[in-house]
């Protein structure tokens, strides 16, 4: 039992590492959850619309991660090394890589955007796919201009907490959510005397406090050089030592796959599920709105396994590294538990915030209480995966990940989406149970521990 539970000191520093990560997520998962509240008071096509656009948004948003996490496994374990000049290198790295996500995101959001909204529009009738559609399109016009700014967050974000600074990064989260929340109330109802501007007024407040939030993480770690060594000549040059791009880009390419394959992949999912019906995108948005809120312990305590473990396997602390995943992964699955009972027993309460149908209120909510039975496996799912990726095992989190969904999943959701007339509930459950196959494969690599390796002195 000691090899899975750890003392006060062991804690400690995971809470230490967790809490600020989980404050942020909570803070933002929240006001986003109120933003969801106050769109889906203007009506179910609203609602829909702007749910819809975040399905891409949501892909961007993991392809920047997976853009970046490549670089930041290394930084983590050059950071655990004490090697400065490593995670300036791998900052510089994160620099360009965002350049070309962003020009890319651009061009397809721009290029394709109508097109990728009308794919969820099909099963409804021609009245409210128009209105959904129109939405959409007002939505997203707006909120491509989060992009810069949204990235720029990440790559400062993501290697502060590398470097184990987790506060700032959090600090300008509340800020940013707190003016996106003030700004919400004013731009969609159109209070204090602002035009009422509907669901581009949400997307305004999005836009806003991302640069606020950018504006807090660059300015605080440019003028605490002091603290954040890897900043002082950043900007110098963007050259990345070419022995070590050939390393990020053999770790980190299947990464970044991972995440545009597995984003993609639960776009296309839920796009099988709107087959069923517009009532179905607007449940599955509550549902998704509200299981965030209650993911952020689970979340939370991957991040802090990658630094962890990240910074043992650079110290070359190996069985360390064994120790701290099994009593992070452990700590991970047990709170997740007291979170899922709560969210269960809450279940049929939090649907009634919004202006929608009977009808989608009762979906939403029998779909909630699936989300909250599979939590805990979803907890242990999410520490594995990040476990697997702190030891540079990349192609086996791609195949863990995106294989298994694209598939597996993808085609089990189609087939009984389209060939079966099992209700969406039943659907939905047996969608969900497929993650059990995934558990034990996870189970038996963590076991094998092939992930247990440095791989910044494969780099030099």
């Not at 651009?106 to 394709?112: A, D």
């Not at 929340?181 to 035009?195: H, K, Q, R, S, T």
């Not at 989300?371 to 791609?398: C, D, E, K």
């Not at 863990?400 to 597996?408: G, I, L, M």
């Amino acid at each position: 039992m000691k090899k899975y539970f750890g003392d006060w000191k062991f804690y400690k520093k995971l809470l230490w590492l967790a809490i600020p990560i989980m404050v942020q997520n909570a803070i933002t998962n929240f006001v986003g959850f109120l933003d969801n509240i106050m769109v889906g008071q203007l009506g179910t096509e609203q609602m829909s619309g702007v749910a819809i656009v975040n399905q891409f948004v949501f892909v961007f948003n993991l392809c920047v991660f997976g853009g970046l996490s490549g670089a930041g496994i290394f930084g983590a374990q050059f950071f655990g090394c004490k090697d400065f000049k490593g995670v300036r290198d791998t900052f510089r790295f994160k620099v360009i890589t965002g350049m070309v996500i962003a020009v890319l995101t651009f061009i397809v959001f721009i290029g394709f955007g109508q097109n990728l909204i009308q794919m969820f529009l099909t099963a409804s009738s021609a009245e409210d796919s128009a209105a959904t559609f129109r939405h959409g399109m007002a939505y997203l016009g707006v909120i491509l201009f989060e992009i810069v700014p949204f990235i720029v967050v990440q790559i400062y974000a993501s290697t502060l907490r590398e470097t184990g600074e987790t506060v700032v990064p959090m600090a300008a989260g509340i800020a940013a959510v707190i003016v996106n929340l003030v700004l919400n109330y004013i731009l969609i109802f159109g209070n204090f005397g602002a035009p009422r501007m509907g669901v581009a007024g949400a997307a305004v407040a999005t836009v806003v406090s991302r640069v606020i939030e950018c504006a807090i993480v660059v300015c605080w770690t440019h003028f605490q050089s002091g603290k954040n060594l890897f900043i002082i000549g950043a900007y110098r040059s963007l050259k990345v030592p070419m022995t070590l791009t050939r390393k990020i880009l053999v770790k980190g390419t299947p990464l970044m796959l991972n995440e545009i394959l597995w984003a993609g992949g639960m776009a296309m999912i839920n796009q099988c599920f709107s087959v069923r019906g517009l009532s179905v995108v607007a449940a599955l948005n509550i549902t998704s709105t509200i299981a965030n809120l209650f993911n952020i312990v689970f979340i939370a305590m991957g991040s802090c396994v990658a630094i962890l473990v990240g910074q043992n396997l650079g110290a070359n602390e190996f069985e360390e590294a064994k120790e701290t995943a099994a009593k992070v992964i452990t700590f991970s699955v047990l709170a997740t538990v007291g979170t899922s009972i709560i969210l269960f027993l809450a279940s049929g309460l939090f649907p009634r915030l919004y202006n929608t149908s009977q009808q989608i209120r009762l979906i939403a909510g029998e779909m909630i209480q699936i989300n909250a039975l599979v939590m805990p496996l979803q907890a242990f799912l999410h520490a594995t995966y990040f476990t697997i990726r702190s030891g540079g095992r990349t192609w086996i989190t791609f195949l863990f990940d995106s294989a298994y969904t694209w598939c597996v999943a993808i085609p089990f959701a189609f087939c009984i989406v389209h060939f079966t007339s099992f209700d969406i509930i039943i659907i939905y459950l047996m969608y969900c149970s497929l993650d059990i196959i995934k558990a034990t494969v996870g189970f038996i690599l963590l076991k094998r521990g092939i992930w247990v390796r440095n791989i910044v002195e494969e780099s030099v």
